[in-house]
T-cell receptor
Framework: EDQVTQSPEALRLQEGESSSLNCSYT??????LFWYRQDPGKGPEFLFT???AGEEKEKERLKATLTKKESFLHITAPKPEDSATYLC???????????????FGGGTRVLVKP | DSGVTQTPKHLITATGQRVTLRCSPR?????VYWYQQSLDQGLQFLIQ???????AKGNILERFSAQQFPDLHSELNLSSLELGDSALYFC?????????????FGPGTRLTVT
């Protein structure tokens, strides 16, 4: 069974204080690893897709990296507007019955204080 | 704005009742996914439809059912509602990018069962 674990559960940062979020995963075969941002009461907002170990993607102050067992989301010099829950999900290569579902981790709640 | 629409935004109903949640995917997307997000379970995959046909099932209760219509909109029917069904229900549609299927989420329907 596919599993995704995110740590820490919560992170309090001062504005400008860079940090990293961790996503550990086990999957029979990885089709893709996804990062989403979710604001309270809203739908997850797509950030990145990573496919293979060594891949990196950047968007503004966010950078996602992937290894064979983990992914990291680095937040560089965060601003208060980066406060949100960040979700990691995997999509497995599988049989037809598995479809293209996403298996999510529990998320990391990030609070950036000015 | 992801392009995925969901109605209603909020729904308050009593135990034992039945409700219908509606979703329209992004223009051109053939797949629709339903997810449930509760405080204790996180985001859980319920069911996927592709072009009107059920493609994959996840942790969907027998009291819940879904369908996708010829115009590709989808409905999730929840019956014999219990207090524990209170949650956010999200719909997503997907686009193939490389080897994976990126999913874009709607704003969700917040269901409160009293």
């Amino acid at each position: 069974e596919d599993q995704v674990t995110q740590s820490p559960e919560a992170l309090r940062l001062q504005e400008g204080e860079s940090s990293s979020l961790n996503c550990s995963y086990t999957v029979s075969g990885l089709r893709g690893l996804f990062w989403y941002r979710q604001d309270p009461g809203k739908g997850p907002e797509f950030l990145f897709t990573l496919y293979s170990a060594g891949e990196e993607k950047e968007k503004e102050r966010l950078k996602a990296t992937l290894t064979k067992k983990e992914s990291f989301l680095h937040i560089t010099a965060p601003k208060p507007e980066d406060s949100a829950t960040y979700l990691c999900a995997v999509q497995a290569l599988g049989d037809k019955a598995a479809g293209n579902k996403l298996t999510f981790g529990g998320g990391t709640r990030v609070l950036v204080k000015p | 704005d992801s392009g995925v629409t969901q109605t209603p935004k909020h729904l308050i109903t009593a135990t034992g009742q039945r409700v219908t949640l509606r979703c329209s995917p992004r223009s051109g997307d053939l797949s629709v996914y339903w997810y449930q997000q509760s405080l204790d379970q996180g985001l859980q995959f319920l069911i996927q439809y592709y072009n009107g046909e059920e493609r994959a099932k996840g942790n969907i209760l027998e009291r819940f059912s879904a369908q996708q219509f010829p115009d590709l909109h989808s409905e999730l029917n929840l019956s014999s509602l219990e207090l524990g069904d209170s949650a956010l229900y999200f719909c997503a549609s997907s686009i193939r990018t490389g080897p994976s299927y990126e999913q874009y989420f709607g704003p969700g329907t917040r269901l409160t069962v009293t």
